[in-house]
């Protein structure tokens, strides 16, 4: 099973990896993406994510084919969340199934960089002091986020 | 001339002020030329030395040719995960 989606619920990443799950797997490897208190020293409130979401789940189709041909993956699964999240709320799963640990591990680390590099999801981080801005990664003070 | 939609989202649709941008067209047009246009418009001052453009929500170079039907979507620096 390879599936994708941008998702307006809460993300349940045990309900992915038992829709995922089988016998002839030895390994499920799980990414959660989860919504920090601190972005460059400041206080983080929330995180309001919006995406071009037709765009968006055809890159996320275009990765996961890549993906699951580079590393032999015949089920993935991935959900992103867009909306207001509040913190520790899970923004991005990826679930990879394989029947040894490293493919799978290398192909959840594969989909989340590329996610980061051309999916057109956008966040506007809320901070404690009543000030928001758009994340702009080209811009980074260095600090990863994520 | 004809005229194209260009598709605006988060801090580019902050910045000139809506979600959609009409944008004269000659044919022949490239990407280049649409995004050479919209640097005119009020806001565009937010756009970097070479903003990311999708047609039919694909990225697309600076030198493909953009047609009036075309989906075309100016991409902000992308910050998902």
Same mark, same amino acid.
């Given at each position: 099973?390879?599936?994708?989606? #941008? *998702?307006?619920? $809460?993300? &349940?990443?045990?309900? +992915?990896?038992?829709? !995922?799950?089988?016998?002839?797997? /030895?390994?499920? =490897?799980?990414?959660?993406?989860?919504?920090?208190?601190?972005?460059?020293?400041?206080?983080?409130?929330?995180?309001?994510?919006?995406?071009?979401?037709?765009?968006?789940?055809?890159?996320?189709?275009? #990765? *996961?084919?890549? $993906?699951? &041909?580079?590393?032999? +993956?015949?089920?993935? !699964?991935?959900?992103?969340?867009? /909306?207001?999240? =509040?913190?520790?709320?899970?923004?991005?799963?990826?679930?990879?199934?394989?029947?040894?640990?490293?493919?799978?591990?290398?192909?959840?680390?594969?989909?989340?960089?590329?996610?980061?590099?051309?999916?057109?999801?956008?966040?506007?981080?809320?901070?404690?002091?009543?000030?928001?801005?758009?994340?702009?990664?080209?811009?980074?003070?260095?600090?990863?986020?994520? | 001339?004809?005229?194209?939609?260009?598709?605006?989202?988060?801090?580019?649709?902050?910045?000139?002020?809506?979600?959609?941008?009409?944008?004269?067209?000659?044919?022949?047009?490239?990407?280049?030329?649409?995004?050479?246009?919209?640097?005119?418009?009020?806001?565009?001052?937010?756009?970097?030395?070479?903003?990311?453009?999708?047609?039919?929500?694909?990225?697309?170079?600076?030198?493909?040719?953009?047609?009036?039907?075309?989906?075309?979507?100016?991409?902000?620096?992308?910050?998902?995960?």
């Amino acid at each position: 099973m390879i599936r994708v989606a #941008i *998702v307006t619920r $809460a993300i &349940d990443p045990a309900a +992915i990896i038992a829709s !995922i799950a089988s016998t002839g797997y /030895g390994a499920i =490897s799980l990414f959660a993406g989860t919504v920090r208190d601190t972005s460059d020293g400041r206080g983080v409130s929330a995180i309001d994510y919006s995406a071009y979401t037709s765009m968006a789940e055809a890159e996320l189709k275009q #990765i *996961v084919a890549e $993906a699951a &041909d580079r590393f032999g +993956i015949t089920s993935l !699964i991935v959900e992103h969340r867009i /909306g207001v999240l =509040s913190l520790g709320e899970t923004s991005v799963a990826i679930a990879a199934a394989h029947a040894h640990r490293a493919p799978a591990f290398d192909c959840t680390r594969y989909v989340i960089e590329e996610i980061k590099k051309r999916v057109p999801i956008w966040k506007m981080e809320h901070y404690i002091d009543g000030t928001r801005e758009w994340v702009d990664p080209t811009k980074a003070s260095g600090v990863a986020s994520a | 001339m004809s005229t194209v939609t260009v598709l605006l989202f988060a801090s580019y649709a902050e910045s000139f002020g809506g979600a959609t941008l009409e944008i004269p067209l000659n044919s022949g047009d490239t990407v280049g030329d649409l995004v050479d246009s919209l640097r005119s418009l009020p806001g565009a001052s937010i756009l970097p030395d070479s903003p990311r453009v999708a047609v039919n929500q694909k990225f697309a170079s600076y030198d493909q040719t953009v047609h009036a039907r075309d989906e075309i979507a100016l991409i902000p620096p992308v910050a998902g995960g």
